[in-house]
């Protein structure tokens, strides 16, 4: 029997600033999704990287003196060092700036420039740097982004066109079919609503004024748009096409659910099957922005609750689709909960009474008895898999408070086995279970569970 495949991709990140809490946030999802499907025998294939060509880009490098190539240069090491960090398993970090990616890119824009697809025409419209997007006046509040506060710029300039209209039937029956699936069902809603009250524009795909950027081969004079540019790295990065789930934040859904499809088709590739969104990250109820002093760093974040509780921590702070608010204030309490009571207790009690019980054999868990965390893993419900887990746990503690165990080792031997047996075994599946979540923490429990070693997991904030 063939293996069965799986292929997600994070949104390309942009090489304008180092990584934050939010990038972090998607990338461990997928992460933790990819080693879920690996532990369930599949061939799964987690491609991540970065955006590195545009306006915002080579703004941002003219403000730090340095080249655009330099900058990403630099930003992409801080990514993929925060990945190293925070035990990201990738298969792919590809980069726009390739020579692989442009030559892909400069073929795919002569093609449908060939087929009339794209043609040369003139844009109007207001632009914002900060999402790389021409806005419709209903997008903007008193003339600026919502996004980014700022304001969007008016401009006029030739520019090559692709056709979008064309396809806003088939587009609307493909997300209907769930053949181009948005996930969770709210999204698939809101973009349906906007595709039906909403006629899809022709897309401006060029700009004349950005020079950072790959030139158009049928007119150097004008580089490609960024977001046409971004997307086929979904592509280039692949190892097998097409992919089953491209993650996103809210924020980037609008282009997911039409440009992206809508360019796939024109170039004759199979769409995707579809995207998951999840939403933003608040930090006290807010945005988190340096002005108001909340943002929460991932790199305080990783001192304070290492690599796994780290992990653990951003996905289990709130339900996956939905905003999750958080405080550091309240990380650490269920840091302390949670992780350094609750796991962490129950790992060193039932060690500790493991020492002088013989003889004992645990057998690897088997996950596919564990239909309920499986749906829930593959509803991308995190939080709710992160619960069943710890129902265990703390039916553990529990158990262990009301049998007594270290007295039962003194009167009542077959009695002390029984309850030992049925630790180890629970112990084991937790371990099991947050493989995906927390690598490192879920094999030094199977470790010390075969050699009996003590290794004190997470120490009390
Ligand atoms: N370069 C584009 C994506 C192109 S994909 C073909 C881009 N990059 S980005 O650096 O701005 O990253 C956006 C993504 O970061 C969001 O979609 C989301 O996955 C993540 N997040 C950014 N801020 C976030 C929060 N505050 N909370 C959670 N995730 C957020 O857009």
């Given at each position: 029997?063939?293996?069965?495949?799986?292929?997600?991709?994070?949104p390309?990140?942009?090489?304008?600033?180092?990584?934050?809490?939010?990038?972090?946030?998607?990338?461990?999802?997928?992460?933790?999704?990819v080693?879920?499907?690996?532990?369930?025998?599949?061939?799964?294939?987690?491609?991540?990287?970065?955006?590195?060509?545009?306006?915002?880009?080579?703004?941002?490098?003219?403000?730090?003196?340095?080249?655009?190539q330099?900058?990403?240069?630099?930003?992409?090491?801080?990514?993929?060092?925060?990945?190293?960090?925070?035990?990201?398993?990738?298969?792919?970090?590809?980069?726009?700036?390739?020579?692989?990616?442009?030559?892909?890119?400069?073929?795919?824009?002569?093609?449908?420039?060939?087929?009339?697809?794209i043609y040369?025409?003139?844009?109007?419209?207001?632009?914002?740097?900060?999402?790389?997007?021409?806005?419709?006046?209903?997008?903007l509040?008193?003339?600026?982004?919502?996004?980014?506060?700022?304001?969007?710029?008016?401009?006029?300039?030739?520019?090559?066109?692709?056709?979008?209209?064309?396809?806003?039937?088939?587009?609307?029956?493909?997300?209907?079919?769930?053949?181009?699936?948005?996930?969770?069902?709210?999204?698939?809603?809101?973009?349906?609503?906007?595709?039906?009250?909403?006629k899809?524009?022709?897309?401006?795909?060029?700009r004349?004024?950005?020079?950072?950027?790959?030139?158009?081969?049928?007119?150097?004079?004008?580089?490609?748009?960024?977001?046409?540019?971004?997307?086929l790295?979904?592509?280039?990065?692949?190892?097998?096409?097409?992919?089953?789930?491209?993650?996103i934040?809210?924020?980037?859904?609008?282009?997911?659910?039409?440009?992206?499809?809508?360019?796939?088709?024109?170039?004759?590739?199979?769409?995707?099957?579809?995207?998951?969104?999840?939403g933003?990250?608040?930090?006290?109820?807010?945005?988190?922005?340096k002005?108001?002093?909340?943002v929460?760093?991932?790199?305080?974040?990783?001192?304070?609750?290492?690599?796994?509780?780290?992990?653990?921590?951003?996905?289990?702070?709130?339900?996956?689709?939905?905003?999750?608010?958080?405080?550091m204030?309240?990380?650490?309490?269920?840091?302390?909960?949670?992780?350094?009571?609750?796991?962490?207790?129950?790992?060193?009690?039932?060690?500790?009474?493991?020492?002088?019980?013989?003889?004992?054999?645990?057998?690897?868990?088997?996950?596919?008895?564990?239909?309920?965390?499986?749906?829930?893993?593959?509803?991308?419900?995190?939080?709710?898999?992160?619960?069943?887990?710890?129902?265990?746990?703390?039916?553990?503690?529990?158990?262990?408070?009301?049998?007594?165990?270290?007295?039962?080792?003194?009167?009542?031997?077959?009695?002390?086995?029984?309850?030992?047996?049925?630790?180890?075994?629970?112990?084991?599946?937790?371990?099991?279970?947050?493989?995906?979540?927390?690598?490192?923490?879920?094999?030094?429990?199977?470790?010390?569970?075969?050699?009996?070693?003590?290794?004190?997991?997470?120490?009390?904030?």
């Amino acid at each position: 029997m063939s293996q069965k495949k799986f292929f997600i991709t994070t949104p390309v990140y942009y090489a304008n600033a180092q990584p934050h809490i939010g990038h972090a946030y998607t990338t461990v999802a997928s992460d933790v999704l990819v080693r879920f499907k690996k532990m369930n025998g599949e061939d799964a294939f987690l491609l991540t990287g970065m955006d590195e060509h545009g306006a915002k880009i080579a703004q941002k490098a003219e403000t730090e003196n340095k080249t655009p190539q330099e900058l990403v240069d630099e930003i992409s090491e801080g990514f993929k060092l925060l990945w190293e960090k925070l035990g990201i398993d990738y298969d792919v970090f590809t980069r726009t700036t390739e020579k692989k990616h442009k030559n892909f890119i400069r073929e795919a824009v002569q093609k449908l420039y060939d087929n009339g697809i794209i043609y040369k025409g003139e844009y109007e419209g207001k632009y914002c740097v900060g999402c790389e997007q021409f806005k419709a006046e209903s997008d903007l509040v008193d003339g600026k982004c919502p996004d980014h506060n700022t304001e969007a710029e008016l401009m006029r300039e030739e520019s090559y066109l692709m056709k979008m209209g064309t396809e806003q039937e088939w587009l609307i029956k493909m997300i209907k079919e769930d053949k181009f699936a948005i996930r969770p069902e709210r999204y698939k809603n809101e973009v349906l609503s906007f595709l039906k009250n909403n006629k899809l524009e022709d897309l401006s795909i060029s700009r004349k004024n950005v020079n950072w950027g790959i030139p158009l081969p049928f007119d150097e004079s004008h580089t490609v748009y960024v977001w046409f540019d971004a997307f086929l790295s979904y592509v280039t990065g692949a190892k097998f096409w097409p992919s089953d789930i491209n993650l996103i934040g809210k924020d980037i859904l609008r282009v997911h659910s039409t440009i992206w499809p809508i360019m796939l088709k024109h170039l004759g590739l199979e769409i995707s099957r579809g995207l998951f969104v999840h939403g933003h990250i608040l930090s006290d109820g807010k945005k988190m922005s340096k002005t108001l002093g909340n943002v929460i760093g991932i790199d305080e974040m990783l001192e304070q609750f290492g690599k796994d509780g780290t992990r653990y921590l951003l996905l289990s702070a709130g339900s996956f689709g939905e905003d999750i608010d958080i405080t550091m204030e309240r990380l650490t309490e269920k840091y302390n909960a949670d992780l350094a009571n609750g796991l962490g207790n129950l790992v060193s009690r039932v060690i500790t009474l493991s020492s002088d019980f013989e003889g004992l054999q645990v057998s690897d868990f088997e996950i596919e008895n564990k239909k309920e965390f499986v749906n829930l893993m593959n509803d991308f419900a995190f939080d709710k898999a992160l619960d069943y887990v710890w129902k265990i746990v703390r039916e553990s503690n529990k158990y262990i408070e009301e049998t007594k165990p270290w007295e039962l080792k003194k009167t009542k031997r077959d009695k002390f086995a029984e309850v030992m047996t049925k630790l180890r075994a629970d112990l084991f599946l937790v371990a099991g279970l947050l493989k995906p979540f927390m690598p490192e923490t879920s094999e030094k429990i199977k470790k010390q569970l075969t050699n009996g070693v003590k290794d004190i997991l997470f120490k009390r904030l």
